[in-house]
């Protein structure tokens, strides 16, 4: 069958935690920034496709594009790792620490940014003309998100923040819920599918991701946007990453471990295999490569 069971699953996400938080700095960054360019790029086309159609649910459907093709590229985003490393940690696999868990999520959030800004500055390039012109109607709209988005909850004071911390759970509710829900299918295409339908959801309701978010706000500064660097680490990017490791963790990760993946749990439940014949060691050889 091309389904794995939770039971079976759990026990994959564990290892694949694992596999990358055991991962060199080398790997990490590279991994961790070309995954930050991809989706960065996915942004720039959902919006461009938003602004010249006039339709943002176009701008949504398509955007997971850059999602899934980093993941089956082995890409690494540091959503996902929110919950992958934690639940290593977690169940006690070997060398696991809370400090190999913090140094990956510092390496992922650094290599993540360095992919994003740096699609933000080629983006600016591109709807300038090299900064020659004022930025054309692509350009003025990522400027205006960032606007929004910044100062726009800064507008609300305490519930502003509190907004954008819960827009940050909810975001990566969705987005955990991708990267652990493609292990759930054995092909491509069923893979493709199941990380498709949250993320087209998150962005479509404007969900806060902070890889995202460290491509459009950058390239907003870059464009003329009207707010500041402290307006986007204080007033979106900061509270956005705690809200996507509390969402992420505590909504995706955490019930799925309690019930499945705890060795109590484990041991309680019996392997149908006239109904799964899933491979841990198999799923396993692709699990490390993927976001």
């Known amino acids: 069958m091309s389904y794995v069971k939770p039971a079976e699953l759990v026990p994959t996400i564990i290892d694949a935690g694992a596999s990358k938080v055991l991962l060199s700095a080398r790997d990490t960054l590279v991994r961790s920034t070309m995954g930050g360019a991809i989706l960065a790029i996915a942004a720039a086309f959902a ?21 899934i093709l980093l993941y089956l590229l082995g890409y690494d985003l540091l959503t996902g790792m929110f919950v992958l490393g934690p639940l290593a940690w ?40 090299g900064f020659d012109t004022p930025p054309n ?20 004071g305490a519930s502003g923040m509190l907004t954008l911390f819960v827009r940050g759970m909810l975001c990566n509710w969705m987005v955990s819920m991708g990267v652990i ?36 706000f950058p390239s907003g ?6 707010f500041t660097i402290m307006d986007y680490l204080i007033w979106n990017e900061i509270p956005t990453v705690l809200g996507n490791l509390v969402g992420g963790l505590l909504l995706t990760g ?27 060691t198999a799923e396993l050889d692709l699990v490390p490569e993927r976001a």
């Open 181 to 216: 829900g493609a292990m759930v299918a054995k092909d491509v295409p069923g893979k493709a599918i199941v990380m498709w339908m949250p993320v087209m959801l998150f962005f479509f309701m404007a969900f806060e991701h902070s890889i995202v978010n460290m491509f459009l």
């Open 221 to 226: 500064l870059l464009l003329g946007g009207q």
């Open 254 to 280: 955490l019930p799925l471990y309690l019930t499945h993946g705890r060795p109590s749990a484990r041991r309680g439940t019996a392997p149908d295999h006239q109904d799964s014949d899933v491979s841990t």
């Open 90 to 129: 977690l169940d006690k696999r070997p060398g696991i620490t809370v400090r190999g868990v913090l140094r990956n999520w510092g390496l992922v959030f650094v290599g993540n940014f360095l992919g994003a800004f740096a699609v933000a500055v080629m983006l600016a390039i591109v709807v300038t003309y």
């Open 47 to 67: 919006v461009t496709v938003t602004v010249t159609t006039g339709h943002a649910i176009l701008g949504a459907v398509l955007f997971p594009v850059g999602f």
């Open 137 to 156: 109607e692509v350009g003025q709209a990522i400027g205006h998100i960032g606007e929004g988005r910044t100062v726009g909850y800064a507008e609300h």
